[in-house]
């Protein structure tokens, strides 16, 4: 069991005071009002994620988005290093994407940011060190972010990715076992919503 509360995290974006807690259970993306926004973990999500990749089963969220302008900059929540990156180039996909791996009370646990910008991932390399609070990553365009408005995808693991991917939205029947092997990111991120 992971005591969460062992360290302080920084911020993985700087969120102004005001944004909007945006509510995707009825399976369509609104704008929201305000310039930045926060998409909710565990969400059930239907009809959102329509493409090949997500079989027509895959639907509920297992991270939190933030959304904002392009090139806004993502930190690093707690000292540590880089351990993937790369490219996920399938419509609907991450994109861009940067896992770090950071040691909480004595365990090991994966931070993936997604749908990022090329910058994002030039000149890293896999056990780079991080620093808490440190930019590592900046929000892509649709163009190179999986085909999304701009945001940032942050999820959290214990479980070590195989490559530069984790499964960012399950099917049903998955969902408990998902939940288990991707804790909340409010533990690290605050009380978002």
Not at 28 to 36: A, F, L, N, R
Request: with cysteine.
């Amino acid at each position: 069991m992971v005591d969460w509360s062992a360290q302080d995290y920084c911020p993985v974006v700087h969120l102004p005071e005001n944004y909007t807690v945006l509510d995707l259970s009825g399976g369509t993306w609104i704008s929201p009002k305000t310039e930045y926004s926060v998409g909710k973990y565990d969400e059930v999500r239907p009809n959102l994620y329509n493409t090949e990749l997500f079989g027509g089963t895959r639907l509920i969220h297992m991270g939190i988005d933030i959304g904002g302008p392009i090139g806004t900059p993502c930190m690093a929540f707690a000292d540590g290093e880089v351990s993937h990156f790369g490219y996920n180039s399938e419509p609907g996909d991450y994109g861009h994407v940067v896992i770090t791996r950071h040691d909480i009370d004595g365990t090991a646990v994966w931070a993936l940011y997604g749908h990022l910008d090329a910058a994002s991932i030039e000149d890293k390399q896999v056990g780079q060190k991080v620093d808490a609070g440190e930019t590592i990553a900046w929000f892509g365009s649709y163009s190179e972010n999986g085909g999304w408005e701009p945001h940032l995808h942050f999820q959290i693991s214990l479980i070590e990715p195989d490559t530069h991917d984790l499964p960012g939205v399950v099917s049903p029947q998955d969902r408990q076992q998902a939940l288990l092997d991707y804790p909340d990111p409010r533990l690290v991120l605050g009380p978002l919503y």
